[in-house]
């Protein structure tokens, strides 16, 4: 199975500041289509899982530009610019590229 | 506007069975793999089971291999997961998603808790 690996916040991130998430995987994620299959969700306290980001750095509809995607094969980053109140939750990196599709841990973001 | 509400859960004895549903609308169900994803209290996102679009191919986690079914009906717009010999650490909220680009959205989740 493929591991996914994310990084902690130093929580709290103060409010209009930015905030990057790490995530490693254990296996490339890179497929022979070009494509890397990295998605970025945020689950909100007491709401489930939104995607926020598809291929590593493909927006999903309605996500603020303010969430950016970015990495290589193995390791990838997740940046929130600018940090609101609405941003608090937990964030999860997720591979697509096999079965069993597996999750990072989860990283808790915090406001100041 | 998509919709997905799951419903079934529900407190179960070990060993026993459990059949969650998934109502879908606002999409062309039969156009979309569908996935079961689970949450266990105050952990982490865990997949449990994918169904392509059609129901022709179904793939699972180790852990659920032989005990869920995962199924759909496209007539009626319904997704399915038939639990059994249900274990305690099968104890979670379970989350019926619409497989797209990935896991595009996800339904509110319904509890199962498996405990005697």
């Known amino acids: 199975d493929i591991v996914m690996t994310q990084g902690a916040l130093p929580n709290p991130v103060p409010s209009g500041e930015s905030a990057s998430i790490t995530c490693q995987s254990s296996?490339?994620?890179?497929?022979?289509?070009?494509?890397?299959?990295l998605n970025w969700y945020l689950q909100r306290p007491g709401q489930s899982p939104q995607l926020l980001i598809y291929?590593?750095?493909t927006r999903a509809s309605g996500v603020s530009d303010r969430f950016s995607g970015s990495g290589s094969g193995t390791d990838f980053t997740l940046k929130i610019s600018r940090v609101e109140a609405e941003d608090v939750g937990v964030y999860y990196c997720?591979?697509?590229?096999?079965?069993?599709?597996?999750f990072g841990s989860g990283t808790k973001l915090e406001i100041k | 506007e998509v919709q997905l509400v799951e419903s079934g859960g529900g407190l179960v004895q070990p060993g026993r069975s459990l059949k969650l549903s998934c109502a879908a609308s606002?999409?062309?169900?039969?156009?979309?793999?569908m996935a079961w994803v689970r949450q266990a209290p105050k952990k982490g996102l865990e997949w449990v089971a994918t169904?392509?679009?059609?129901?022709?191919?179904?793939y699972y986690r180790d852990s659920v291999k032989g005990r869920f079914t995962i199924s759909r009906d496209n007539a009626k717009s319904t997704l399915y997961l038939q639990m059994d010999s249900l274990r305690s650490e099968d104890t979670a909220t379970y989350y019926c998603?619409?497989?797209?680009?990935?896991?595009?959205?996800w339904g509110q989740g319904v509890m199962v808790t498996v405990s005697s």
């Open positions: 998603a619409i497989t797209g680009y990935a896991l595009d959205y």
């Open positions: 606002g999409f062309t169900f039969s156009d979309y793999a």
């Open positions: 169904i392509i679009y059609d129901g022709s191919s179904t």
């Open positions: 296996k490339s994620l890179l497929y022979s289509d070009g494509k890397t299959y």
């Open positions: 291929w590593m750095s």
């Open positions: 997720q591979q697509f590229l096999e079965f069993p599709l597996t």
